[in-house]
């Protein structure tokens, strides 16, 4: 999975960079009346990434997910790929988010790369 967010160049530094946090989290919580089709939660801003904003005088950002497509849109399948559209979340396919949701437990580790 590929980071979708508007402002892809760089991992994420502070909250409204629209930005993709990259590293290693975990899967923390889960959403199933997401906006988007399900919605599972990743375990951002680490301590480190709170620390690293904080030196900068800002806030790390909060509320990344992993998710399909926003309600509604699901018909836009992988073409939804075209065009960086979430606000630093990782974006799929409604396809691909089912699966995930069925095989994938809270607290199992996630790299988020480039």
Not at 61 to 74: A, E, P, S, V, Y
């Amino acid at each position: 999975m590929s980071p979708s967010g508007a402002n892809p160049v760089g991992a994420k530094q502070e909250e409204g960079d629209n930005k993709t946090p990259e590293g290693i989290y975990k899967i923390d919580g889960r959403n199933p009346q997401s906006t988007f089709h399900l919605a599972l939660h990743v375990s951002y801003p680490s301590d480190e990434d709170k620390t690293r904003a904080a030196d900068r005088g800002a806030s790390a950002g909060f509320d990344i997910m992993i998710h399909g497509i926003r309600n509604g849109l699901g018909w836009m399948g992988a073409f939804h790929r075209l065009n960086d559209w979430t606000a630093g979340c990782v974006a799929v396919t409604d396809e691909e988010i089912e699966e995930l949701w069925r095989i994938t437990p809270d607290g199992t580790t996630v790299e988020i790369r480039p």
